[in-house]
């Protein structure tokens, strides 16, 4: 991260935000109180005893850390939540010498600074301090899950989830993307229990259990604090390919195995482009279905939700995705949260690099033209300033500010750079960009002043200045954006339409022939008020209440909140009371608060199955659910 210093930027969406008239300075990261330019953490080692009676870590975290300003005598670190026991500096091999501390006040969003009183002598560049500490019942970035909620219901689940800013919430340490360290780690966990880690486990093979229960891990490539993960469980594994596997509960391996086979040639596919996969082994870990998201991209083992399991393999985009980051990301990394589009735009466009590489045109156009039709609907509903790549997010909690925008729009810029440059000179170019800066953490001015002199260059008239403004500060879609087409939509919005017209019954439609992709655009389409009589009809014909696919549900069950098919409710309430992915279960309950009688049965619902979600949903779902009536 070079840049801390360098240009401010000042563009008319930043001076729009009249609360907070400074400008931004590019690449300071506002959501840590570590301070970057006194001390680096350069290494974690961490040793923790897993209860699940208490819901608690506890243990020590030894930090080793660069000494950067001499003059700073205060080291502070990121903590939300966490009951710090006792700190010492680690001098020589086996001297302990406390130091005192400082827990700062809460602050809502970003927990409260650990200020730790160094030595006045005898510190060396690189000093090492332990922290013993323990977590709290109620950390964000933990989920403990009960048995009764898990694949195989009989035993507990613990799985992080430390992106954007929850590391804190389990680790004391400075907790911004623009510091990274290697980390090695001792999990002790309950008999018959399994640890995995976003790391290279040492002295036991995926096959076998751990008789004593302690399981050791190394993670010799430095990355930031949010790709940190833990998870642990009742686990099996099962191999896919010489270098991939999935790690998932009894119940669901197989069926996992099989659904994720195609990774090692989304491996392939992607090296081929954009570059040797630098992290050893590729794992999936699938967790309990109250996982917030639908990946993370820890490193060496994504963690994926259980709902994307669809027994067809049609929603393997998410594992493409995920496998992206590998490159985008955890190899080059956003250097705040404002930049989280330098990380999830660019997966997105290697992600459909990917799928089309693996599954052809038909399907990335129809995976294209979905994603266009979120962000659509998401831009519409957005304040202007939140619709450019680099969002404000200062005095903002990360979570709540999580939108297709950096995603979508992110995506459309490198395809619309691709327009012009050529698809595989653009490919070229991010290969040599992830070359660049791997391992690395940059900001949106980094990434610009990279493309002006290395992609621009190559053919000088190919953007104007203008063009590239907008994309990069403008609110909105612009105009030059090279959109998806797919010839399979359009059969469907055909038939979609001789049916609402009465031209075709439901039984008639070739809906028997239809992939997850055309169902979901099916259904999409129905907008509006639909005719009890025409879903009765479509249900009757394909079960779409009953239907597994989450995705196909999703869609099904927000056409029957808006029209009130009392027949889909059970499936409603079943849907929102097992999953917890936030992207599935949030737009059910805002469509469900439009009307009196449905924010009723949203409350009703919500009281049962909020004990169970993750506390990043619980965030999130408060705000809509529980919001005072209006
Ligand atoms: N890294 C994200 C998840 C994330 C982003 C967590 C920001 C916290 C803050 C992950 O790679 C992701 O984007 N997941 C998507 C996948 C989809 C776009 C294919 C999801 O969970 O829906
Ligand atoms: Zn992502």
Known sequence: MKTLVAALVMSASVAAHAATPDPIVSGRDYHSYAEPTAFRVKHLDLDLQTSFEEKRLSGVADLTVARIDANVTTLKLDTRDLTIRRIWWMRGATDLVPLRYTLGARDAMLGSPLSIDLPAEGLTPEFRIRISYQTRPEASGLQWVAAPLTANKTDPFLFTQSQAIHARSWIPLQDSPQVRMTYSATIHVP???????????????????????????????????????????????????????????????????????????????????????????????????????????????????????AGDRSLTALIAH??????????????????????????????????LAVYGQRREDMEEMLDLMTLRQEIATLPPSDQVLAIDLRGRDPDDVFTQVPYIKGALFISWLASRFGTEQVDKFLHDYFDKFAFQSISTEDFRAYLEANLLPQKPDAVKRAELDEWMQAPGLP?????????????????????????????????????????????DGLTGKVPAAKLAELDAAFALTAVGNSEIAFSWLRIAIRNEYQPAYPRLESYLTTIGRRKLIKPLYEDLMKTPAGAARARAIYVRARPNYHPIAVASLDGIVLAPAR
């Open 322 to 355: 995920e496998l992206a980051h590998s490159w985008s990301g955890n190899l080059v990394t956003n250097a705040t949260w404002r930049d989280l589009w330098l990380n999830e735009g660019f997966t997105v466009f290697l992600q459909g690099r990917i799928m």
């Open 191 to 309: 008999p018959g229990m399994r640890a995995v880690m976003s790391a290279q486990p040492i002295g036991n093979d995926a096959g076998g259990l751990k008789a004593d229960g302690i399981y050791k891990f190394d993670m010799p490539q430095a990355i930031p604090s949010y790709l940190i993960a833990l998870g642990v469980g009742k686990l099996e594994f099962r191999a896919t390919g010489p270098r991939t596997g999935v790690y998932a509960e009894s119940a669901l391996v197989d069926a996992a195995a099989k659904e994720f086979a195609e990774t090692e040639q989304m491996i392939q596919a992607s090296e081929k482009m954009f570059g040797p996969y630098r992290w050893g082994r590729y794992d999936l870990l699938i967790l309990p279905p109250s996982f917030p998201f639908g990946g993370m991209e820890n490193p060496r083992l994504s963690f994926i939700t259980p709902t994307v399991i």
């Open 479 to 523: 105009k030059s954006a090279v959109l998806p087409h797919s010839d399979a939509f359009e059969r469907v919005d055909a038939a979609r339409t001789a049916f609402l017209g009465g031209k075709t019954t439901a039984a008639d439609l070739p809906g028997k022939d239809w992939t997850t992709h055309e169902w979901v655009h099916f259904l």
